[in-house]
């Protein structure tokens, strides 16, 4: 019973190219979450939507936009990769936005040749 | 925005010790305070949380502080095992509703 799943987990790509993850949850939250953590283990949240409304964008560039069909889908589409996208990507949910435990997905680890 | 240092980002100790990590946060508006635990090839995981009308709260081996006046929480881990070995990260949730994660501590517990 996976609360949080993601696909692929690993992705090997080559620089130019455009790739997409896909993000589930079953848990009946309504916010979801995009997190990139680099090589250093530092966690940094790019996006948050709650009941498929976006509702944090941090600073991230234009070539990466996020996609929610309905409330427990969360995918995450990269164009033209470049080197530094090379990181492990997390999805997370909570209940709502906010002071609530997130549940974190098992990560996407994403290399860019 | 929310700003939050954690301390040290390496700890190692042998098993049956004590463990503590520190972190400070500047948004005085911040109310929630989760820490979780990163095993290797895995997603974070919450372990234990606080809120700021708590000053401790404790599960088993761990307990969490929290000095809403100094701005800063602590997570204690008592009797460590080697399967405690992984990355913890503090964070802090207030009025943004963006979670500010700390930069993670690796705990390596020596049998």
């Known amino acids: 019973d996976t609360a949080v799943s993601q696909t692929p987990k690993y992705l090997v790509t080559q620089m130019g190219n455009d790739k997409s993850i896909k993000c589930e949850q079953n848990l009946g939250h309504d916010t979801m979450y995009w997190y990139k953590q680099d090589s250093k283990k530092f966690l940094k949240i790019m996006f948050s939507?709650?009941?498929?409304?976006?509702?944090i964008n941090e600073t991230v560039p234009n070539r990466f936009s996020p996609k929610s069909p309905d409330k427990a889908h969360l995918n995450l589409h990269i164009n033209s990769l470049e080197l530094g996208d090379s990181a492990v990507y997390f999805c997370?949910?909570?209940?709502?936005?906010?002071?609530?435990?997130?549940?974190f997905g098992p990560g996407t680890r994403l290399t860019v040749t | 925005g929310e700003n939050v240092e954690q301390h040290p980002s390496t700890l190692s100790v042998q098993e049956g010790d004590s463990a503590v990590i520190k972190c400070t946060y500047s948004?005085?508006?911040?109310?929630?305070f989760p820490w979780y635990k990163q095993e290797l090839g895995k997603g974070p995981q919450l372990i234990i949380d606080i809120r700021s009308n708590v000053g401790e709260k404790k599960d088993q081996r761990i307990a969490v502080t929290l000095n809403k006046t100094a701005k800063h929480f602590s997570l204690h881990i008592t009797e460590t095992q080697p399967e405690d070995s992984a990355v913890y990260f503090c964070?802090?949730?207030?009025?943004?509703?963006?979670?500010?994660f700390g930069r993670g501590t690796s705990l390596i517990v020596h049998p």
């Open positions: 948004d005085s508006a911040s109310n929630y």
């Open positions: 939507y709650n009941n498929k409304e976006l509702i």
């Open positions: 964070a802090a949730t207030g009025g943004s509703y963006i979670p500010t």
């Open positions: 997370a949910s909570s209940q709502v936005a906010g002071e609530h435990e997130q549940y």
